[in-house]
């Protein structure tokens, strides 16, 4: 079973955990006979993780991420220094050893921030961006998720691999488009993505699709690692760590998409 090649997931040690019953001498039968009726212990009293957990933990920092958005559409000048921010917290909850609540609703909310300046910015330009984009993050998600809940879709060693290389191709690639962009190199909004032509076509309606593939994958692996964390009895605590990388993930199809819009709308 591929696990999530999702940095954010890197940390979290995935592990069999198990205790043993202890046994109380002198016990009568009756007492012998309540303990044995109660019923049995969840995730939440053993203190494993568990989807629930997991998924309104979710649900938690994805509404700051909103409240980060609403404040970022207000004051769209907030956008470039959270992105910058944004950017150095998800690096500190992807390599700190011990999950931080804190931190990582400090991340959603500057996410936030982030998104809702940039969201709103394109909204004057082109009306209607914003319902498209979510809606569009949303059928993603959705489609990926009923498919991975059906066994329609797995992940594998080989499109594992395969990702890697692409998503790390791509993210040296968007640091680089973003060096030019703000040294004002290339001035268009999207810099070479939206910039460059291919036969006339621009670059980023040529790998936007694949992009928001890698997103989509990306969901899978996603998947799949909260999957074997709760088969595996991971401590509930990693369920923050999962959190923060479904959202990490989510952010990344939100952009993709908007993103992709905007240029197709534009040509």
Request: charged residues 10%.
């Amino acid at each position: 079973m591929a696990l999530s090649s999702n940095p954010a997931f890197k940390n979290a040690a995935f592990g069999n955990g198990g205790t043993k019953a202890a046994t109380t001498p002198g016990m009568t039968p009756a007492q012998l006979d309540e303990l044995y009726s109660r019923p049995a212990a969840g995730p939440t009293e053993t203190d494993r993780m568990s989807y629930e957990d997991t998924v309104m933990k979710t649900v938690g920092v994805l509404a700051v991420v909103i409240v980060g958005g609403v404040i970022g559409s207000f004051v769209p000048a907030l956008a470039l220094p959270a992105a910058l921010i944004g950017f150095a917290l998800a690096l500190v909850n992807i390599f700190k050893k011990k999950v931080s609540p804190p931190l990582i609703f400090a991340y959603g909310l500057v996410e936030g921030l982030f998104l809702g300046g940039i969201s709103i910015t394109l909204e004057s330009i082109l009306p209607g961006i914003i319902s498209q984009a979510l809606l569009g993050t949303g059928l993603v998600f959705g489609v990926t998720l009923a498919l991975f809940a059906n066994g329609k879709i797995r992940a594998s060693a080989r499109a594992t691999k395969v990702f890697m290389i692409a998503a790390i191709s791509y993210g040296i690639f968007s640091l680089v488009n973003f060096g030019l962009q703000i040294t004002g190199v290339n001035n268009d909004p999207w810099g070479l993505v939206g910039g460059f032509d291919i036969f006339g076509i621009p670059l980023g309606l040529i790998i936007g699709p694949l992009v928001i593939i890698m997103a989509a994958y990306s969901l899978v692996l996603d998947f799949t690692a909260i999957q074997e964390g709760v088969k595996r009895g991971a401590p509930r605590s990693l369920g923050w760590r999962a959190a923060f990388g479904l959202v990490l993930t989510i952010v990344w199809l939100y952009l993709e998409i908007i993103r992709l819009i905007s240029i197709f709308r534009s040509n």
